[in-house]
């Protein structure tokens, strides 16, 4: 099984701030990968599809990056909406897989 | 509008049974690739396993945890998903979702809890 470690787990930022959250896989995936993000008491929302593509109606703020092993989530400028959970998943093989999460919070 | 509704959970006792239904409206059910996803109380999302739509051959695909104790199965012509659980354990309590790809987004439930517990 592909394994996604995502980091870091947990980050402190201010509104305004870039914000960089990374996974890595443990195998090439290609592009089949998607972030997510989650709010206590939801479902997962997802933000960027195919590694770089922007979900529609998700705000330009939010982008992705990477291929094969690596990638990484960026939110340009964090507004008091982005304070959430955050996950990366693979699909590309039989299985899913989905990094740890990391907790965006309020510095 | 897509909607994915999730029934069934309640309180188990641990080496009981459980049967999850997830009714699905607004897509073409019987052509979706459909999956289960479950989140225990405080921790992270984890894939159960998926359902390919019959003409994709309709085989199923599970993760690590739950195999040969979970079942996955879809009836196209209720438009309804499944998931029977069996031999459930206390590491199983979670909120258990159904998801799709559909066209160009990823939709998810609301989802349906699920607590193993003597």
């Known amino acids: 099984d592909i394994q996604m470690t995502q980091s870091p787990s947990s980050l402190s930022a201010s509104v305004g701030d870039r914000v960089t959250i990374t996974c890595r896989a443990s195998q090439g995936i290609g592009n089949d990968l998607g972030w997510y993000q989650q709010k206590p008491g939801k479902a997962p929302k997802r ?17 992705g990056s990477g291929s094969g092993t690596e990638f990484t989530l960026t ?33 | 509008e897509v909607q994915l509704v999730e029934s069934g959970g309640g309180l188990v006792k641990p080496g009981g049974s459980l049967r999850l239904s997830c009714v699905a409206s607004g897509f ?11 989140q225990a109380p405080g921790k992270g999302l984890e894939w159960i396993g998926r359902v390919k739509s ?17 079942t996955i199965s879809r009836d196209d012509s209720k438009n309804t998903l499944y998931l029977q659980m069996n031999s459930l354990e206390t590491e199983d309590t979670a909120l258990y979702y159904c998801t799709s790809f559909v066209l160009s987004n990823h939709y998810w439930g609301q989802g349906t809890l699920v607590t193993i517990s003597s």
Request: hydrophobic share 30%; glycine share 8%; with cysteine.
């Open chain 2, 54 to 70: 019959k003409s994709d051959g309709g085989t199923t695909d599970y993760g690590t945890p739950v195999k040969g104790r979970f």
């Open chain 1, 47 to 63: 933000l960027i599809y195919a590694a770089s593509s922007l979900q529609s109606g998700v705000p330009s703020r939010f982008s």
């Open chain 2, 28 to 38: 073409s059910f019987n052509y979706a690739w459909m999956s289960w996803v479950r």
């Open chain 1, 75 to 107: 939110i340009s400028s964090l507004q008091p909406e982005d304070f959430a959970t955050y996950y990366c998943l693979q699909h590309n093989t039989y299985s899913w897989t989905f990094g740890q999460g990391t907790k965006v919070e309020i510095k």
